[in-house]
């Protein structure tokens, strides 16, 4: 075919999509090996009217303008396709580079690989292509491969922050991070100026929790070179892991003085005197943040935070307004209104600030939840209904959760006729919706009406048999309000395979062991289910166990026990009473 060498001509007639692929800057706290990903391909990838390619076949030429097309209208998986396919064909480097930016903002590890391995293939000594590798295998957890490449950015020239790798690193085993131990300390030694390599060993050190041989390090990395906030974060982050918060602080105190404009010491300071609970003194250093830089708004929610703590409500709900007026936390700053007013008592304002939290934020439905509360509080069922069913409108799934929340409300604040009302209403809308069907077992078990929650439990089953939250529910009814106790255990032994590790269930298999007699058993499943959820109900069953078995000074102390923590438990009193009156 005939060959092209003008496909730069084809730019003045197709505009890209740059905003589909240019990775958005970075803001806070990046995870390092992301960003690196997104400098890697924003470094290689020339803007629209820099492009130039090399010779292209006719039908390349028409794969290269069919995948900018796509960009344009916003199709970056069918361009990165077409790219990664141009790029194989033709192994020409800015195709590579453009096909690397496309890949990177799909999040197409695979063909990242495939594209860094044929980049340093084509362009050997380019430190680019091996800084994109070490960061996809770093991402593919492939580890020593990763640092392999690291060394070839060294070698070539480039620069890379090692800090990435320890990034990536927290949930490896002992073992295998000990392994990367072992090459970072052999990298330390071969590029001794690379301070982030260091840093690293010190941080994989620290993570293997070798403390002692990770603050032996930083001292040499101190001694060797100038102090900076990265070495002091590191510092005091690793003597607060060691339990030596007095120690951490005083070094976070000494690089605040040493460092005083570096914000994301301070910031870091701010927050390690909160987790001392020094709030005072962490409000300082917040205040101080705000004075260098007014608009710093993560400082000045911050401060809001510390201040709803502190009680100091009129700082924070004055924060608060202002972080509302220039859409920054905007809606955590309304929900956390809305609880200030909560606890003073204006109910008024609290629904208000409730009610403005924004669908799709992480508070909405707990905002709902509470203005649905305080709604019904006030006596304004209807308003709290149809403020429910506006949010909700056109959305099915949306109207079952908030008719689920709402009849939850009404029955805690003693509308149980009307949270009836609601539901049936709704399973006539939505005959075979289980989380409707569920909620009116909650209305039939508030009533005390057994056959109704056993009704709509078994239709539960028999819509979802692997719902072990009907299985687990009707099992313990079964248990502790019959004497089935037989279809109880085999409910409870249903529910046990399927959500092994639950504690309500496994309290409830505890408990239908005890009803058949299977003491030992039960008190295995027990102390289990205690073990891992604490509760006077779990102690309640674990001491009545335990009392069965003989060993009722045992029994005695763990109600005890359960009693300084919630001294009011009915079910701990309860079964004391009855079994030493059964005495």
Not at 45 to 74: H, K
Not at 113 to 139: C, K, N, R, T, Y
Not at 383 to 405: C, E, K, M, N, Y
Not at 464 to 477: I, K, T, V
């Amino acid at each position: 075919m005939k060959q092209i060498n003008t496909f730069i001509l084809l730019l003045a007639s197709v505009s890209l999509a740059a905003c589909a692929l240019t990775p958005e800057p970075v803001t806070s706290n990046p995870e390092p090996a992301t960003t690196a990903v997104a400098t890697a391909a924003a470094t290689v990838a020339p803007s629209a009217a820099e492009i130039e390619y090399g010779s292209f076949t006719e039908d390349q030429l028409y794969e290269a303008i069919v995948s900018e097309l796509s960009a344009q209208r916003g199709q970056v998986v069918d361009a990165g396709e077409g790219y990664f396919d141009l790029a194989m064909a033709t192994r020409d480097i800015t195709v590579i580079q453009r096909a690397v930016q496309f890949a990177s903002v799909n999040g197409d590890i695979n063909a990242l690989l495939q594209l860094g391995l044929l980049w340093a293939e084509v362009s050997p000594g380019d430190p680019q292509p091996h800084l994109l590798l070490s960061i996809q295998f770093l991402e593919s957890g492939a580890f020593e491969q990763a640092i392999s490449h690291m060394r070839r950015v060294i070698e070539f020239g480039g620069n890379i922050d090692f800090a990435a790798l320890s990034s990536r690193t927290g949930r490896l085993n002992p073992q295998d991070r000990s392994v990367l131990i072992s090459h970072l300390r052999q990298l330390k030694e071969e590029y001794s100026a690379q301070n982030s390599i260091h840093l690293a060993l010190i941080q994989l050190l620290a993570q293997n929790r070798d403390f002692e041989e990770a603050l032996k390090e930083l001292e040499i990395l101190q001694e060797a070179s100038a102090l900076t906030p990265n070495m002091v974060l590191l510092e005091a982050q690793i003597l607060q892991n060691m339990e030596r918060s007095e120690q951490s602080l005083r070094v976070m105190r000494d690089g605040v003085a040493r460092f005083e404009s570096d914000k994301n010491l301070r910031f870091s300071y701010a927050r390690l005197l909160i987790q001392n609970e020094q709030y005072e003194l962490a409000q300082a250093q917040f205040q101080i943040l705000i004075a260098q830089d007014p608009q710093d708004w993560e400082t000045l929610y911050s401060i809001a935070l510390l201040d709803t703590q502190l009680q100091n409500f009129d700082s924070a709900i004055a924060a608060y307004r202002k972080l509302i007026g220039v859409n920054q936390h905007a809606d955590e700053s309304q929900y956390n209104l809305g609880l200030i007013y909560q606890e003073q008592g204006d109910r008024s304002k609290s629904l208000k600030h409730f009610r403005q939290v924004r669908i799709g934020t992480n508070n909405f439905l707990a905002a709902q939840q509470q203005a649905t509360r305080l709604s019904i509080q006030l006596g304004r069922l209807d308003d709290a209904h149809s403020w429910l069913s506006q949010l909700s409108r056109g959305q099915p799934r949306l109207q079952v959760l908030f008719t689920t929340i709402e009849s939850s409300v009404l029955i805690q604040e003693g509308y149980a006729r009307e949270a009836e009302q609601l539901l049936n209403t709704a399973l006539n809308r939505f005959p075979n919706e289980t989380d409707l069907l569920f909620a009116r077992v909650l209305y039939y078990d508030y009533i005390a009406d057994r056959e109704g929650s056993e009704r709509d439990l078994r239709q539960i089953i028999r819509l979802l048999p692997e719902d072990s939250r009907a299985l687990n529910h009707l099992g313990y009814m079964l248990a502790d309000q019959t004497s089935r106790y037989q279809e109880a255990l085999e409910l409870i032994e249903r529910a046990i395979a399927i959500s092994p590790d639950d504690p309500a269930i496994i309290d409830s298999l505890g408990w239908a062991l005890y009803k058949v007699g299977r003491y030992e058993e039960a008190l295995q499943n027990m102390r289990r289910a205690f073990a891992a959820f604490p509760d006077d109900e779990v102690a309640s069953h674990l001491g009545e166990v335990l009392w069965a078995l003989g060993r009722k000074e045992e029994a005695m102390q763990v109600w005890q026990d359960a009693l300084e923590t919630e001294p009011d438990s009915l079910l701990i009193k309860e079964a004391m009473a009855r079994l030493q009156s059964a005495e």
